[in-house]
């Protein structure tokens, strides 16, 4: 009923500005000739539209999340989406991005990690210059982060997480201080790291061995 009231309203307004000698199309007062996007912070604003721009000179009431599904779909950095209609020509799409934590790089491509353990499709953008690299396959590193994740693990303090044939992990912080890590048991490691980090008899040292058991060598 709400729905129906806004549009004979706009119609009423629409009909009050034109003149009576004027030709009046229906169809096309309802086409679609705007398209606001927003809430995007990494994604650029125009490369969206130039995705959605299918979506001008449509009818919008045949427009639904539906319609866009596709397309949007295709976007792997785009999480989800919310779709306003303003009538009578424009539409809002709020898009909610993907939260990137780390840049996975090998010898074939590079990719973006998310904090849910995705993978979204890399592109070149100074926002995300400063995130951790992943010199690994995406499947160890998901495995990994699983559980490093576990005891709340500073992400933006790693500059390089390396992985051995060993299947054994290095890490290089943005302090350069360098952690070798077990294969096993290697989070009672990182938590003994960020413990005694800090501490004055500590701050000298650039490499925390943690390869033996039960054992620290620092260099």
Known sequence: MKKRFIIAFILLVILSTYSPYEKLNIKSIFK???????????????????????LYDTN??????????????????IESYEIKKIYP?????????????????????????????????YFETEKLQNLPIVFGDEKSFKIFYSEIKKI????????????FNSNRWDLTTKE??????????????????????????????KSFDYRITNQLILK
């Not at 125009?46 to 995705?51: A, L, Q």
């Open 152 to 163: 709340n693990f500073p992400m933006d303090f790693i500059k390089k997480f390396y992985l």
């Open 176 to 205: 350069n201080q360098t952690i070798k890590l077990p294969i096993k048991n290697y989070i009672s490691s990182l938590e003994n790291f960020f413990e005694i980090k800090d501490q004055y008899n500590f701050r000298q040292y």
């Open 60 to 77: 919008i009431f045949f427009i639904t999340p539906l319609n866009i599904k596709d397309e949007i779909s295709k976007n792997s950095f």
């Open 89 to 121: 020509q424009t539409i809002k799409i709020k898009i909610f991005e993907k939260n990137p934590i780390a840049l996975i790089q090998n010898k074939k491509e590079k990719k973006f990690f998310t904090e849910k353990g995705e993978i979204a499709k």
């Open 32 to 54: 679609i000739k705007k398209i606001i996007v927003e809430n995007n912070y990494i994604l650029k604003e125009e490369d969206i539209k130039n995705e959605l721009s299918f």
